[in-house]
Every structure is written in structure tokens, then in C-alpha cells.
């Protein structure tokens, strides 16, 4: 944060009137406009990963969550993991929601990497058990409740796992084979599936964004979709919440928007975020972005014992 | 810090008991209002509700000092008809047996001059078995004769109570008739003068007595006007207003009004249970933060409507327009913030807790968001449009059938909108002197005494709903 040394010490200055705020006020003392949240713009890097969540132009607080961790395991390899969630808005403080979601899921993502499968599991039913405990602190009429998504990459291996409509796509440098690897809980897609209705009429009903699973109190009991599945290209794997595919017409539009992004995750999920809020989406928009290097990469090796 | 600035200097305490008679009081109250408003708009409206809870006699060693004044007119006019001096004299003795032990009281009989019924001279004397017997045999023997200044009748009330600073402050005011001795002008000057001195409730017996004159007195002096139809439920209606005053814990309170650089304060009004215009009363703390005198508090509920102009912000956009707390003022006028706590609903349904009401403002260009005024502000702005309908089409009673003919069309849309917004009550009253199936007077027209009473209905609104989630 920039501090304008002539307001004094650890004074900022108000995004709006130019006042000096006090760092603990969440309104400016001057002319009452609410200093931005932290969480309304979350930019993240680490090594080969790259997020970024947008609070959008709707909602009044950002309600998706991001988490990104590389680790490096004994013996595989290194891993890249992300979480993201999807606040469900009807619900009571969605923006605790995804966060205690992402928090309780990474906690756990990053001490299995040696069985990606178990581990994110063991993942979603702790993301779970947080945002649960949730409703128990202030009974309410709607129990906070979010989408889950996450992605564990080792060596070439991507383990994703789902609940809700949030999403990952495998989108790789070369031309074709983009695609979704997870698949949504969403009334869209059940329709679609059991054919009742057709994709473009699924598209246009009012229903198309209402989910059939999340997590919360009052959630059905937990039946997460967990897919492994082998990379043998370079590319980009990204994680996000309906914000980002809402406007963006499915994996090849995305895969062309990566490539045309600098080669470097930050960048992508900037890209594919600026694109989406381009587009007038209004909703949260959250991409998180791990690259997956060409197989030659000797950081995918396993280290030498 | 979120408190308004500048923040409240140290509690004075100029003396054990009055400090400790400021928590005497704790206020919970909640924030209606919708929290977006269209591009561009820059009008927000709020209702803030406030319920205290008093001590009450849970700790009796330590009630508040209270100083009571009861007026009674003594003019030539309260011997008609015949007994109404009496009377009044008996409503004056049944609040002085109501007296609590300690009070400190006076009674005072107004014509054009102000006699000292009790005591005879000197200052307010405190009550006791003997002080209290000694003023109901003065009351025994008032003289009647003379003219009507209510005017001075204040002023030597205020001059009493001036001796008590820190006291609960009350006066009771009761007339029979018109202040024609005296020019309105002179009437307002005193009101001027005296409301920041006591709380003033007024009583007008018969018909012959001007609501206007009456609620300026009591709407400046945060008390009620009533009529009292005959003389005989004058002694009742003079034990509650005693037992009322005698309720109060906190002597002054005003609410503490935050607002941005650059807004404007359209409107801070209490519009329940008693309505009363506060907007022109601000005392300006800085240009940021004003006080609003709202008079002596015990165990109530209040709701206050608030219209601030804010300079409006971008689509997304959240700004504070205004904050709201109460505040205790202290005979110095330093000030002193209560216990309280406001409540507001979120968007996403939860509910959050402040030590100060929350007024504030997102700016959106979603059609699906409502953007209109809350139901509560609705509520209260119909019941204000409603007043002033009943108000002129009553200040129209005996100036002609084509005033008349006015009139009844004002009454009917007051009626309309009070049958709208389910004031039972008040449709009741308008209809006893209002056929809405002609929509035009009952035969013979409305009666002076119908006049008063619909105007002084005018007055008193039930407060929004409380409510009792959580």
C-alpha cells in the first residue's frame, strides 16, 4: 500500500477524495467512501502459478476465493495446487464461505501430495466441515455455502476435484484439444445430460446458473467428482469460478486468449480476468493458472536419491 | 477509529451521581433502510429505531434529581362553564400528590402576571409529606381573574428551573383558551428562550384553545399537547404525565449526526411517537458532526427519519452518508456517549452490530436491485404528507363553503393514504367527522373540538415494528 509520507505515519490516502484515512478505518473519515477491500482484487503468484480474483461490478464484496501453494515432496517431485470457491450469494456471508473453504482444502492439499486422489478428498470434506462451522457461530435462515474447486499437478499428473459449478480447463499450447476437466453439478448440465433439454435452451433458462451441489450446512451429502488425469503437452491447467466462463464461449475461445497472453501464469489469469470484466460479465471473476511445462522441463524429474 | 470525530473529550463528572446516572440508560437500535441507490442519485433516506431501557426503581438510591413546574391558567375564561377552575385546580393537586419525595416543584398561576401558588417566594422546594400539603391547601384557594400570557407563564417557569442544571426539567403547561394577550411573536420568543431549559408537556381544556400555539410550545420543548374534552379527567391524565416525567433518566440526550464533506442535511426529524422537525435545531460540532436536542430520555422507543444529500459515487461504489449515535449533554454542554448498539441487515441476509447506526450508500446500475426508498421511510413520509393534508383542510374549518369544499377534498386523500399505511386510528377519528362514502363533511361540519383532535392526532404516530428476530 502506498503511504503519502506527508499524511504521517502509516496514513493512506483515500482512493476517492484524497483525504488521509487512518489504516484501521474502513470508511473515509472525509467524504464516508469505503476504502477497497483487500479482497476486492487478489493477485497471487508463486512459483509457476498465477491468480487473480476480481470483485467484479455487482456484488459488494468479493464472494469468490483463491488459494495458490507450490510445495516440493521428498522423493516425486514438485507439486502446484490451487483452490478456488464460489460464494453462493442467497446464503449468509458468501465471501467467509469460499475463504474458509480454500483455507481448510489447501491446508490439507499441501501435506498429501504423494496421493493427490486421497488427499483432495480429504480435501473437500474439510473445506466442508469450515464452511459449516460457519453456520453454527450465527444460526440463520440460509447457512453460508460455496462451489469448490481444486487442482494438484505433479510431474504431469492433474488430480481436480468438484463440487458446484466451478470449473478447471486443460488448455494446452498446441493447437486443439482444450478442454473441461471437470464436470458441472448444475441444473444446466443435468438438463443437458439427460436430454430434456438442448445445450442452447439450457443456455437461455433462468435456471441455468442454479447449482445441485455445494458445500454448507445444508448441502446433500458429499459426493465430490475427483479426476486424474495424464498432461502430455505443454499448457496451462485453470481453475475459476462461473465469473470467468459465464462470458468466455468454452475452452478454444480460452485457449486463445492464453496464447495470446506473455507466457507466464500472473499474466494469463490477468488476461483471462481483464477479458471477462471486458465483456461486461458483473459477477466475481476468479482464474487461478498453473503452467505445465514441455516433459523435457527438468524441474518435472524426479529428484535424484 | 469509526466514532465521529472529533471523539467525545472525557467524560465530565461533576459529581459521582450524575456521571453514574449516564449508563443509567442503554439504547438498542436498527437501521432501515435499502443500501443501494440508481446512478447518479444522491438523495439517501434511513430510519433509525431506537428502543431504551431505563434502570428504572432497580436502583432507587440512585435516581436522577427531577425539578417539575405545573402552570394552571387562572384567567377570567376558566369560569366558563362554571367549575372548570375548580377543576383544574383538583388536576394540579393530583400531580402534586404524585410528587416523588426529593422532587423539586413549584406551582405557578398564569393570567397576564404569574402568581407563585407554591411556594410563595424563593426557589423550587423539594417534596415532602408537609411541602406537598402545603401547596394542595394553596391550590384550594386560587383566585381567578384576568387575562392569558403563556408567554410569561414560561419564562417564569424556565427561570425557576434554571437554578437546576443536571435535573430531569419538566413543566406542565394547562390552559383553557386562546393566548390572546399576547402576540404570537412574543410566544415564540419565550418558547426560544426557555426549551433548552425543560421538557414541556401542554394540556388545553375545552375548544377555545389554538393547537398551534399549544404545539409549538410542547414540539420545541420535546413533550405532547392533548385536549382534555371536560375537567373531570384532568386529574388522571395530570398523575400520568406526572408519572411519565418522573420516568425520564437521563435529562438531555441529543442524536449525534456524522455526514461527508459536502453533504447536505435534508431532514433529521423524530417521526415517533411524537413528531418533531429537529433539522433547524443542529448544533454544529464541526462541519462534519451536529447535535440535535431530543429531550429527556427513560425507558422508550423512538424511530428518527434522516434524508442526507451525499455527492454520488460510481456504480459499485460504497459511501457512508451518514452516522448516527446518541449522545448525553452535560449542564457544561460537553457531551458524553451512551451505551448503545445498532443493528443493520445485510444484503446477504446476516445481520451486523455497531456502537453506531450506519447510514450508507452503494451506488448501482443493476435493474434487478432495488433502489427505491425502504418501507419504513415510505411509512414515514406518508404519515408526514398526511399531516400537513389534515393540517390545512382544519385551519380551514369556519372560513366558507369554498374553503370548505377544499378541505374535504384534503381529507379525503388523507384518508386514502391512512387507510394505505393501516393507521386504523386515525381513519376512525377522520371519519367521525368525514363521510367517505360522500367524501364531504357530516352534516353541521366538523366541530372545534373534532378540529383539535384531529390535528393533535397529527402528532402522534406509532413507531415502526420492532423487530423481535435474534
Not at chain 1, 479426476?227 to 503437452?233: F, I
Not at chain 1, 464461449?249 to 471486458?278: F, N, T, W, Y
Not at chain 2, 400570557?149 to 424556565?158: D, K, N, Q, T, V
Not at chain 2, 388522571?236 to 408519572?243: V, Y
Request: a negative charge; one cysteine or more; charged letters at 25%.
Amino acid at each position: 500500500m502506498t503511504r503519502p509520507p506527508s499524511t504521517g505515519h502509516g496514513w493512506a490516502s483515500c482512493s476517492d477524495c484524497t483525504s488521509p484515512v487512518h489504516p484501521d478505518d474502513r470508511f473515509c473519515e472525509t467524504c464516508g467512501a469505503r476504502r477497497p477491500d483487500p479482497r476486492d482484487r487478489v493477485e497471487l503468484v508463486a512459483d509457476r502459478l498465477g491468480a487473480v480474483s476480481d470483485r467484479g461490478v455487482r456484488h459488494r464484496h468479493n464472494e469468490d476465493a483463491v488459494g495458490i501453494r507450490s510445495v516440493s515432496d521428498g522423493g516425486r517431485g514438485s507439486a502446484r495446487i490451487t483452490v478456488v470457491c464460489d460464494g453462493v450469494s442467497r446464503g449468509a456471508r458468501p465471501d467467509l464461505a469460499s475463504q474458509a473453504a480454500v483455507d481448510a482444502a489447501l491446508d490439507v492439499l499441501v501435506t498429501g501430495v504423494e496421493d493427490p486422489d486421497t488427499s483432495s478428498r480429504a480435501a473437500v470434506r474439510a473445506a466442508s466441515s469450515a464452511v459449516v462451522r460457519l453456520s453454527t457461530r450465527a444460526p440463520v435462515d440460509l447457512p453460508p455455502a460455496c462451489t469448490f474447486v481444486s487442482a494438484v499437478v505433479v510431474g504431469r499428473t492433474a488430480t481436480v476435484a468438484s463440487v458446484g459449478d466451478s470449473r478447471v480447463y486443460w488448455l494446452p499450447r498446441s493447437e486443439g484439444g482444450a478442454r473441461p476437466l471437470t464436470v458441472d453439478d448444475s441444473w444446466r448440465h443435468e438438463a443437458v445430460a439427460t436430454g430434456s433439454l438442448g445445450e442452447a435452451a439450457a443456455a437461455r433458462d433462468r435456471r441455468r446458473h442454479a447449482i445441485t451441489a455445494w458445500l454448507g450446512a445444508d448441502a446433500a451429502p458429499l459426493d465430490p467428482r475427483v479426476t486424474t488425469v495424464h498432461l502430455d503437452a505443454p499448457g496451462v491447467l485453470v481453475a475459476c469460478t462461473d465469473g470467468l466462463w459465464n462470458r468466455l464461449r468454452g475452452p478454444d475461445d480460452l485457449a486463445e486468449l492464453v496464447a495470446s497472453a506473455p507466457d507466464d501464469p500472473l499474466a494469463v489469469a490477468r488476461r483471462l480476468v481483464g477479458e471477462a470484466l471486458d465483456r461486461a460479465e458483473l459477477d466475481n471473476i476468479t482464474a487461478a493458472v498453473i503452467d505445465v511445462p514441455a516433459p523435457t522441463t527438468d524441474t518435472d524429474l524426479p529428484e535424484e536419491s | 477509529m469509526t466514532t465521529p470525530s472529533p471523539t467525545p473529550a472525557a467524560a465530565p463528572s461533576p459529581t459521582v451521581v450524575e456521571q453514574e446516572a449516564a449508563d443509567r440508560l442503554v439504547l438498542r437500535g436498527r437501521v432501515h433502510q435499502t443500501l443501494h441507490l440508481a446512478r447518479d442519485a444522491e438523495e439517501v433516506h434511513a430510519i433509525v429505531s431506537v428502543d431504551a431501557e431505563g434502570a428504572g426503581t432497580a436502583v432507587p438510591d440512585d435516581t436522577p434529581e427531577a425539578a417539575e413546574v405545573i402552570v394552571i391558567d387562572t384567567s377570567t375564561s376558566t369560569t366558563h362553564p362554571a367549575g372548570t377552575d375548580r377543576a383544574i385546580a383538583e388536576a394540579a393537586t393530583a400531580a402534586v400528590r404524585e410528587m416523588r419525595d426529593g422532587v423539586h416543584f413549584a406551582v405557578l398561576a398564569g393570567t397576564d402576571v404569574v402568581r407563585r401558588v407554591w411556594p410563595t417566594d424563593g426557589g423550587l422546594v423539594p417534596a415532602d409529606a408537609t411541602s406537598r400539603a402545603q401547596a394542595i391547601s394553596a391550590l384550594e384557594v386560587t383566585k381567578v381573574g384576568g387575562g392569558t400570557r403563556i408567554g410569561r407563564w414560561l419564562r417564569a417557569a424556565g427561570e425557576l428551573l434554571a437554578d437546576h442544571p443536571g435535573a430531569i426539567r419538566h413543566t406542565i403547561l394547562l390552559t383553557d383558551g386562546r393566548n390572546e394577550h399576547e402576540e404570537r411573536a412574543t410566544l415564540d420568543l419565550a418558547i426560544e428562550d426557555t426549551k433548552d431549559v425543560m421538557n414541556c408537556d401542554c394540556r388545553g381544556v375545552g375548544d377555545l384553545w389554538r393547537f398551534d400555539e399549544l404545539h409549538a410550545v410542547s414540539s420545541a420543548m420535546h413533550g405532547t399537547t392533548r385536549r382534555v374534552a371536560d375537567a373531570s379527567g384532568l386529574a388522571e391524565d395530570f398523575r400520568e404525565m406526572m408519572a411519565a416525567s418522573m420516568a425520564k433518566e437521563v435529562p438531555e440526550v441529543a442524536l449525534r449526526l456524522w455526514t461527508p464533506v459536502g453533504a447536505r442535511v435534508r431532514l433529521v426529524s423524530q417521526s415517533a411517537p411524537e413528531a418533531v422537525d429537529l433539522t433547524a435545531r443542529r448544533t454544529d460540532v464541526d462541519e462534519q458532526v451536529g447535535l440535535y436536542p431530543t429531550g429527556a430520555w427513560g425507558g422508550e422507543q423512538r424511530d428518527f427519519h434522516l434524508a442526507i444529500d451525499v455527492p454520488s459515487g460510481h456504480p459499485g461504489q460504497t459511501r457512508h452518508a451518514a452516522r448516527v449515535d446518541f449522545v448525553r449533554i452535560w449542564p457544561d454542554d460537553s457531551t458524553t456517549t451512551l451505551d448503545q448498539q445498532f443493528l443493520r441487515r445485510l444484503p446477504t441476509g446476516g445481520e451486523d452490530g455497531k456502537d453506531q447506526a450506519w447510514i450508507t450508500a452503494t451506488w448501482t446500475d443493476d435493474p434487478d436491485i432495488d433502489t427505491g426508498r425502504a418501507e419504513q421511510v415510505q411509512r414515514a413520509e406518508t404519515e408526514n404528507r398526511i399531516a400537513e393534508k389534515i393540517r390545512a383542510a382544519m385551519s380551514a374549518v369556519g372560513r366558507g363553503p369554498a374553503a370548505e369544499a377544499e378541505a374535504e377534498d384534503l381529507l379525503r386523500v388523507a384518508r386514502e393514504w391512512a387507510v394505505g399505511i393501516g393507521q386504523d386510528e386515525l381513519v376512525r377519528q377522520i371519519d367521525e367527522l368525514f363521510d367517505p362514502e360522500t367524501d364531504t363533511y357530516r352534516p353541521g361540519g366538523p366541530s372545534r373540538a373534532q378540529a383539535l383532535d384531529l390535528e393533535i392526532i397529527t402528532t402522534w404516530r406509532p413507531v415502526q415494528t420492532r423487530d423481535t428476530e435474534g
